[in-house]
């Protein structure tokens, strides 16, 4: 496993949530003990972090918030094709650097109507998240060949409702014109020398 620093911490406490039921498997049905080992490779700064048969990892720190360290997206990069996912991010301009020229930037945001945003805790929540104006303006300066909603946090109450994916695209359009796909379950992307196609169930 490769992960950011406390990767290793995360999963020696799951080794050990689990240990009991690791016993009982490795006495009851024989398994070999290293089945289960655990090799864990931390990393703590922007850089390749995974490079193997021409592919090749990038992770890169985003900002998730003060106390919500560490936060990272990455870059893959293939034969000359590359995909950016933003994981859990606010506006980034670290976001921008990795994710410009990319085939595919994958990006997270967070949406609720205005009048829910006087609520403080609702305020605490979007706060960590990019709101859809801010990941038009990630999109428009990072100019990726197909830009991806992911992660699409709305929130909502008894008596306000959820934004509408209408009103999330409404409000990216006032900072980004290019091309955009709201992510769905299964969904596939295929990319080639003409560009990225888009299989909503899971392939062509």
Same mark, same amino acid.
């Given at each position: 496993m490769i992960g950011p620093t406390g990767a290793k911490e995360l999963m020696d406490n799951l080794q050990r949530a689990y240990a009991a039921d690791i016993k009982i498997r490795l006495a009851d049905e024989k398994n070999p003990p290293e089945?289960?080992?655990?090799?864990? $490779?931390?990393?703590?700064? &922007?850089?390749?972090?995974? #490079?193997? &048969?021409?592919?090749?990892?990038? @992770?890169? #720190?985003?900002?998730?918030? #003060?106390?919500?360290? %560490? +936060?990272?997206?990455? =870059?893959? $990069?293939? =034969?000359g094709r590359s995909v950016v996912i933003s994981g859990d991010t606010r506006f980034s301009e670290n976001l921008i650097k990795y994710g410009t020229g990319a085939d595919l930037l994958i990006h997270e945001l967070g949406a609720a109507k205005p009048e829910l945003l006087k609520? %403080? @805790?609702?305020?605490?929540?979007? &706060? /960590? /998240?990019?709101? %859809?104006?801010?990941?038009? =303006?990630?999109?428009? =300066? +990072?100019?990726?060949k197909l830009a991806v909603y992911t992660h699409i946090v709305r929130l909502s109450n008894a008596t306000i409702p959820e934004p509408s994916? @209408? $009103?999330?695209? @409404?409000?990216?359009?006032?900072?980004?014109?290019? %091309?955009?796909v709201f992510g769905e379950d299964l969904m596939t992307f295929d990319i080639g020398s003409r560009g990225v196609a888009v299989y909503r169930t899971g392939g062509p």
């Open positions: 089945g289960i080992a655990v090799k864990v $490779d931390e990393f703590s700064s &922007d850089g390749v972090v995974f #490079e193997k &048969d021409g592919v090749r990892v990038s @992770a890169f #720190e985003v900002d998730h918030g #003060e106390v919500i360290k %560490p +936060a990272y997206g990455y =870059r893959i $990069d293939y =034969r609520n %403080p @805790a609702m305020q605490r929540i979007i &706060d /960590h /998240h990019t709101v %859809p104006r801010d990941v038009g =303006r990630v999109f428009e =300066r +990072a100019k990726p994916l @209408a $009103d999330i695209l @409404a409000e990216t359009r006032e900072t980004y014109s290019g %091309p955009l």
